[in-house]
């Protein structure tokens, strides 16, 4: 006897006569209550839907840890971002703006190619030193990095 506004489904008995049935809460109320504004019925499911559902996945921004010690904490991108964290475009914009002068290097090291300490170039040096660690019978000069300590070096691999 609630009004069809306020109205949900029951499951109780005994059943009244020439009531329809349904095979669960929901089907229920998509067939009862399919048009009701105030969503009564829905609500009173076990896991009723939200009017705004939640997205899966990191979101398109990232933003501080704060939740973790900053010399250990890095930028993240889980939901729901908390309420006053300022968020970034990209994970690298994070940890310079956030965690710029950061020793510990944390937050850079969790970047998907983080760099590293010692960049390695590419390519041989512009100058030749003899190579020590090959048999003197095959050795010869050579230019590839590192440069050993105190080598002499050589503007070219005749010269050398």
């Known amino acids: 006897d609630t009004a069809w506004a306020e109205a949900g489904c029951i499951n109780t008995r005994p059943l009244p ?3 329809p049935t ?3 809460q929901i089907a229920c109320c998509n067939g009862a209550y399919g048009g009701q504004v105030s969503g009564v019925c829905l609500s009173q499911l076990p896991s009723p839907p939200t009017m705004s559902p939640t997205e ?3 979101l398109d921004v990232y933003y501080p840890d704060y ?3 900053w010399a250990e904490a890095g930028c993240i ?3 729901p971002l908390p309420s006053g964290r300022p968020t ?3 994970q690298i914009a994070c940890c310079n703006g956030a965690y710029g002068g950061q020793v510990s290097g944390v937050c850079l090291s969790q970047l ?3 760099p590293t ?3 390695t170039e590419s390519g041989g040096l512009d100058v030749y030193y003899p190579d020590y660690d090959t048999a003197w019978a095959e050795a010869g000069c050579i230019n590839t990095h590192p440069l050993p300590s105190g080598r002499p070096t050589y503007s070219s691999q005749i010269a050398c």
Do not use: E, F, Q, V
């Open 77 to 79: 991108n889980t939901r």
């Open 17 to 19: 006569s020439g009531r």
């Open 112 to 114: 998907p190619s983080p």
């Open 67 to 69: 939740d973790t010690a």
């Open 88 to 90: 970034y475009s990209s």
């Open 22 to 24: 349904y095979s669960s």
């Open 56 to 58: 899966s996945g990191g």
């Open 117 to 119: 300490m010692s960049p």
